[in-house]
């Protein structure tokens, strides 16, 4: 099956892996195998939720970024922050000495992607309105969740918004200034200083169709070390002008779990985590949830705040965020954020043309386009799994027994594979010890015992 | 094809693994998105009918080829009296305990044949209920 138009942005060094397949068994779509000693993912599986590099105990799945001299090719070099960059950091650390540092890099301007949360808002709320028949509406917010869908409930898409992420709103804002002040476009350079994985591949994954808002991603754990390194090094005093305008209390809170769904008309839940995320998909695809207006779904748990390139520990950057937000509050009292009445043109702009056309499928459970075919290896598939042992074991090096038959009638494994079946074959005199210690180098790669004595007598 | 599934008597938290098996199912054989929704929401109604009037549990048959899907929900009783009210919109005898579970505003049936391409229900007193419902691929 292939979905090559999906870029997925997680890399296995295969020097720091030792093969000990938590990766395999953390995933939440079955997409990792062990092949040689080493994971192997299944990239129209892969949805970017970051869980597998999360679970690696030596630092061996990374994210793939730019380099962060990409900035420099262009003359205005625009850094968009989501507000967990803030959060990152104590409250003692004014914000402008964040962005000061990050102008001190190199970046020419900085602005909060939590600005444009009021044209999300609006724009959500128009669709909602001339769409009541696709109630219970999905944000499209978090990427990582979208590609669950196209991938595992395509039956839902219609349920999705289909509207531009939100950086890639504030792309478009920002750029749509600088043109006007007169830079040209090519000498306009965008980047998302990212807390996830998904974003990265969203941004790579190209779109032949349309003219790039986004240039390129910087992690936001690079840009972390870098300005913590250089706070910690000096003081400084601050400009008395702000660098960058001021955040409202919904711009900061919009990245934490309940941003979108308080302001949300009707009812509405929130719902962060991807375990959680799947569990309800496959209610709601039951129509066994109902009377529902509005989800707010994220992958990560606390939504972007545990985003898995944050440096900072989740619940500290909710409460540092909560704090911020608050500050906010008490500065500027904010408006009915649903009136239409006050906003000005750029608002006005962007609210109409930040919807996208129809989000397409890609389905990743599907054994064969044929149903004729998927129905000769169901069939197979059946047989194999009333044979299997059925205790999840991951020996074979598929996470599970249904992934490993799924995998033999897909011709990407064998069912000699599964060590129940490989033992009960060899005392039959049907596989030599030989073949079957081959098969499982296969699997495990040949050094698993490397550089280790082993003494069977003891 | 066929494939069977236990339905747990009277857990409700467990009602919807059957139909959500048979959805994995016709995922996997890439049948339209369409009907896969439309055969769920029909199962699962029939799955929760189990859970919530029925005792001793029952189960799940499905048989799928190319032209159409066949699932038929059978438990032991106690059986409908009178089909056709119990197919009426908001008729019900549920239980004050289904009704806390949420359930139980009679709205099932209808929506079984809402999303079937044909219904059958094949029921009495003190037998068995056995709900057939079929969607033409
Ligand atoms: N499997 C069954 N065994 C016995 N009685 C049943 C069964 N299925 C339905 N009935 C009877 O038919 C009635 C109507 O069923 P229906 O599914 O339409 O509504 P409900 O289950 O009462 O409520 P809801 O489905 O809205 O939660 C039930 O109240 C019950 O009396
Ligand atoms: S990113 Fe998520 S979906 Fe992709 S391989 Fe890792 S754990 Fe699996
Ligand atoms: S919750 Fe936020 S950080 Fe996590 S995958 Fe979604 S958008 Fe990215
Ligand atoms: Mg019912």
Redesign the pocket.
């Known amino acids: 099956m292939s979905n090559n138009a999906i870029h997925h942005a997680l890399r296995v060094d295969y020097e720091k892996c030792r093969g000990c397949c938590n990766c395999m068994s953390v995933c939440p779509t079955d997409a990792i195998r062990i092949r040689n000693g080493k994971p192997l993912i299944f990239q129209h599986r892969c949805i970017d939720c970051g869980k597998c590099y999360r679970a690696c105990p030596e630092s061996a799945i990374r994210v793939e970024q730019d380099d962060f001299n990409e900035i420099f090719k262009y003359t205005r070099r625009v850094a968009l922050l989501p507000s967990i960059l803030k959060g990152q950091f104590p409250e003692t650390i004014p914000k402008q000495r964040i962005y000061s540092e990050l102008l001190e890099m190199g970046f020419t301007d900085v602005f909060e992607v939590g600005m444009m949360w009021r044209v999300f808002h609006l724009a959500t709320a128009r669709y909602i309105k001339n769409n009541q028949d696709k109630k219970p509406f999905i944000s499209s917010f978090c990427p990582a969740v979208l590609r669950l869908i196209q991938t595992r409930f395509p039956s839902l898409l219609d349920h999705v918004i289909p509207m531009r992420a939100p950086v890639d709103i504030a792309a478009l804002f920002y750029r749509r200034q600088l043109l006007a002040q007169g830079v040209p476009d090519d000498e306009i350079g965008t980047f998302y200083v990212t807390p996830c994985a998904a974003k990265v591949s969203a941004v790579k994954t190209p779109n032949p169709h349309e003219r790039t808002i986004l240039n390129g991603v910087i992690n936001m754990d690079y840009i972390y070390n870098r300005v913590w390194k250089r706070i910690r090094g000096e003081e400084k005093d601050m400009p008395p002008e702000p660098l960058a305008e001021t955040l409202c209390e919904k711009g900061v809170l919009w990245f934490l779990t309940a941003g979108e769904s308080e302001y949300a008309r009707g009812r509405s839940l929130a719902i962060d985590g991807i375990a959680n995320v799947i569990e309800f998909l496959e209610n709601m695809e039951n129509e066994e949830i109902s009377d529902i207006d509005f989800l707010e779904l994220r992958s990560c748990d606390q939504s972007c705040a545990g985003g898995v390139l944050t440096s900072c520990n989740r619940f500290l950057t909710v409460e540092r965020l909560r704090n911020r937000a608050e500050r906010s509050r008490k500065a500027t009292c904010l408006k009915d954020p649903d009136r239409w009445d006050d906003i000005d043109d750029d608002t006005e702009y962007l609210v109409d043309h930040i919807m996208l056309g129809k989000i397409n499928p890609k389905p990743a459970l599907t054994l064969d386009e044929d149903m004729g075919r998927a129905m000769v290896k169901m069939e197979k598939l059946q047989k194999i799994l009333a044979i299997l042992p059925g205790v999840d074991c991951g020996l074979c090096g598929s996470p599970n027994c249904q992934a490993l038959a799924e995998d033999v009638v897909n011709g990407d494994a064998s069912l000699r594979q599964c060590i129940f079946l490989q033992k009960k074959r060899v005392a039959g005199d049907k596989t030599k010890i030989t073949e079957a210690g081959k098969i499982l180098d296969a699997v495990w790669g040949k050094n698993i015992f490397d550089g280790r004595a082993i003494d069977l007598e003891e | 094809m066929k494939f069977e599934f236990d339905i747990a008597d009277g857990d409700f938290a467990k009602a919807g693994t059957s139909s959500s098996q048979v959805k994995h199912i016709l995922k996997q054989l890439n049948v339209d998105t369409k009907i896969i929704k439309k055969t769920t929401v029909a199962i699962y109604?029939a799955e929760?009918?189990?859970v919530?009037?029925?005792v001793g549990g029952?189960k799940l048959l499905a048989d799928i080829n190319l032209e159409r899907i066949v699932v038929e929900v059978a438990?032991l009783?106690?059986?409908?009296a009178d089909i056709p009210q119990?197919?009426v919109e908001g008729?019900?005898?549920?239980s004050p305990e289904?009704i806390s579970m949420g359930?139980?505003?009679?709205?099932?049936?209808?929506?079984?044949r809402k999303n079937a391409d044909k219904l059958e229900i094949i029921?009495g007193v003190d037998e068995g209920?056995r709900?057939v419902i079929t969607n033409y691929i």
């Open positions: 109604e929760v009918n189990v919530a009037h029925a029952g438990d009783g106690p059986g409908i119990a197919m008729f019900s005898t549920a289904v359930f139980g505003a009679g709205m099932g049936l209808p929506n079984m029921s209920t709900v």
